[in-house]
């Protein structure tokens, strides 16, 4: 390749209300910022009594509800942001039990609308885009089914319960993707959307992600490979004690390297080379000063180190983009990239 490739996240509010009040005019953003990559649907419903939302409470500004994973959590009605978290369901390996049953059986009624995303699929290809999927795995699976502070205890209290909760999920994700594939067809890579860390390290040991966690990544990067799709890990936080890992389980792009976390793509790639290729770490904290200065400090050397390297690069952000980075700010990014991102 000539030149670095580009894609991004976008906060709701920065391209539905910020921007158009700055001259943002795309009804496809993808389009508009000549983007490589676009998302393709490929939705599967993961929960194990899918379509349950119960209202506990709301006012104007919030709602609680308890979802189809059986957990109670308190959103933002107007604005975005990660929902507290109020309860869970399941706490125990008995409680599990009772969720797990609905998984145990392929039900074609959780492909998120199968005709829209061949089409969309077919149209992306056709215009000369790399198509993704994308989907939450394990990790972000027990985080929505047990919540942080019972499945971190669980990965060293009891083995055996989160053994046979990945082992559940991985089959889960096997059979409905086998038969998503299908009948919509195949995408050229899959974003698969696991928080193993976050701003001060990782969650869990290494040694505990290797023994419980990464065979199970393993396994379910190995089907995706069997269809020729390329994997993208998006894992947010401080992930760098994980890295090994990664490579180990066969994973082809890093995302997003988080910057505001301490990770930094030069010293990653200095370290791993093209084991991996990279998508991200471009500081949204610099970005948000909207300081011209500022931001080609923080993007011109990373890029002109990662093109002296000959490191396969995906430009983006160090998470997504937030209303507070002007439109004008972004453009003036993506014109860095233009001038710089060549190899």
Known sequence: PDRMGCYEHFWSETLGKAWPEQGYTGDDHVDYFGLDMRLAGGGVNTEPFPGRRDVIEESAEWQVVRDGHGATLKYWKERSGTPEHIGFEVTTPEKWQEYREPLLQVN???????EATKKQLESIKASGKFSLFGNKFIF??????????????????????????CQV??????????????????????????DMGYSNGLFCSPRVLKELTMPYEKAWVSFLKDYGIKVILHSCGDIRQAIPLIIEAGFDCLQPMEAKAGCNVLEIAKEYGTKLSYMGNMNVVVLNTNDRAK???????????LSEM?????????????????LDTYKYALELLQENGKY
């Open 295 to 305: 931001i080609k400090e923080e993007i011109v050397p990373k890029l002109k180190g």
């Open 169 to 194: 999920y991985l089959d889960f994700f096997r059979e409905h993707y086998a038969l998503l594939f299908s009948e919509a067809g195949v995408p050229d890579g899959f974003f698969v959307y696991e």
């Open 108 to 114: 074609r009624e959780r492909l998120v609308d199968i």
């Open 140 to 165: 972000e699976h027990m985080r929505a089914t047990m919540g942080d502070e019972n499945f971190l205890p669980a990965l060293l209290l009891e083995p055996e319960w989160i053994n046979d909760f």
């Open 310 to 326: 000959r490191i396969p690069y995906i430009f983006h952000s160090d998470h997504s983009v937030p209303p507070t980075i002007n």
